[in-house]
C-alpha cells in the first residue's frame, strides 16, 4: 500500500477513538522494526525524521527505505518530518513527497511563531496534514533541545490555531523529549488546551512517560505520541548486548535481526500502551 496523507491518519483515528504512535526512524532496521508491528496491530501510524537525520540519509533515501517496505504491507502509515525548525526543512520534505509536515517556530516569540507556521501552511498542500508547535518542549532529541522550556498557554491556543490553520498542534504540558523518567503531563493543563484547540493535539516525549498516562491521552483530543529514545534505545542496547556477549561477532545479520525484532517489541507495546482498548 502506498503512503497515505497524514491526515488521513489523523481522521482514521479520531474517527476509531485511536491514538497514533509517531516513531522516529533512522535506519533500515528502525524501519522495518516499526512496520512490522504495525502490521500486527493494524494501527493507522507516522513514521517520521527530523531535518538532524540528513546529517546521516537525505529525505529521498528516507522516503525510498519507507514506501518501498511499506508496498508489501495493508498498513495505513504517513511519513512526517519531525521538528522542521525552517521552512527550507519543510521545503526539502514536501519535494520528497512527505505526506504530513511539522513546523516548528516553537523558540521563536509567539508572532514569529505564528508567522513562520502560517508560511508552513501556505507551502503545505491541503490533501497534506500539518502540524505546529505552541509551547516549548523541553528535553533534548538529537542532541538537541531548547534553551527554555515553555509550557502552552491556554489563552494563545484558540488564537494561534484560527491565525495558522494546522491539522493538528503540538503541545508543552509536562511532557520532555529523550529518557525523562520524571515527566509527568498535567492533565489540568492539557484539558484547558483541549478546550481550547479547534484541532487535535501532539504530544512528544513519549518514550518518558508512564504507562497509565499514556492510556489517557485519547479523552484529551491527542491524535499523535511521538516515541524515539525507546526505540533508538532498544537498537544500541541490542547491539551492545552482542558485543558484550562475544566481542568477536561478526554476524552483523543475526544482530540486525535482533535489533529488528527488539523494535518491533517496543513499538508494539508502545501502541497498546496509546490504545488500552485494542485487542
Ligand atoms: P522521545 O525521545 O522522548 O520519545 O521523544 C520523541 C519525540 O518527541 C520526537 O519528536
Do not use: W
Amino acid at each position: 500500500m502506498p503512503l497515505v496523507s497524514g491526515l488521513d491518519v489523523i481522521n482514521d483515528c479520531t474517527s476509531r477513538g485511536l491514538v497514533a504512535g509517531a516513531f522516529n526512524t533512522t535506519n533500515i532496521e528502525t524501519t522495518m522494526g516499526i512496520i512490522a508491528a504495525v502490521e500486527r496491530t493494524n494501527v493507522p501510524t507516522f513514521i517520521q525524521v527530523a531535518p538532524t537525520n540528513v546529517a546521516l540519509s537525505g529525505y529521498e533515501y528516507i522516503y525510498d527505505m519507507v514506501s518501498r517496505r511499506l508496498a508489501d504491507t495493508n498498513v495505513p502509515v504517513a511519513l512526517h518530518l519531525d521538528h522542521g525548525k525552517t521552512l527550507e526543512s519543510v521545503e526539502g520534505a514536501l519535494a520528497a513527497e512527505f505526506t504530513s509536515i511539522m513546523i516548528d517556530a516553537s523558540e521563536e516569540p509567539y508572532e514569529e511563531n505564528l508567522r513562520i507556521s502560517q508560511i508552513a501552511r501556505e507551502l503545505t498542500p491541503g490533501s497534506l496534514a500539518l502540524e505546529a508547535e505552541l509551547g516549548s518542549i523541553g528535553g533534548k532529541e538529537d542532541d538537541h533541545g531548547p534553551e527554555q522550556e515553555l509550557s502552552t498557554n491556554p489563552s494563545q491556543v484558540a488564537d494561534f490555531v484560527g491565525a495558522v490553520r494546522p491539522d493538528m498542534l503540538a503541545v508543552s504540558v509536562g511532557n520532555v523529549h529523550g529518557f525523562a523518567p520524571d515527566a509527568r503531563i498535567d492533565f489540568d493543563l492539557l484539558a484547558q488546551v483541549r478546550d481550547a484547540s479547534a484541532v487535535p493535539l501532539v504530544i512528544h516525549g513519549g518514550s518518558g512517560l508512564p504507562v497509565e498516562q499514556l492510556g489517557r491521552l485519547s479523552e484529551f483530543n491527542v491524535v499523535k505520541v511521538n516515541v524515539a529514545s525507546d526505540l533508538r534505545n532498544a537498537m544500541i542496547k541490542t547491539f551492545g548486548e552482542a558485543y558484550v556477549a562475544n566481542p568477536n561477532e561478526v554476524s552483523l545479520i543475526r544482530v540486525s535481526k535482533d535489533a529488528v525484532a527488539a523494535i518491533t517489541d517496543v513499538v508494539e507495546r508502545r501502541i497498546h500502551m496509546l490504545n488500552p482498548r485494542i485487542s
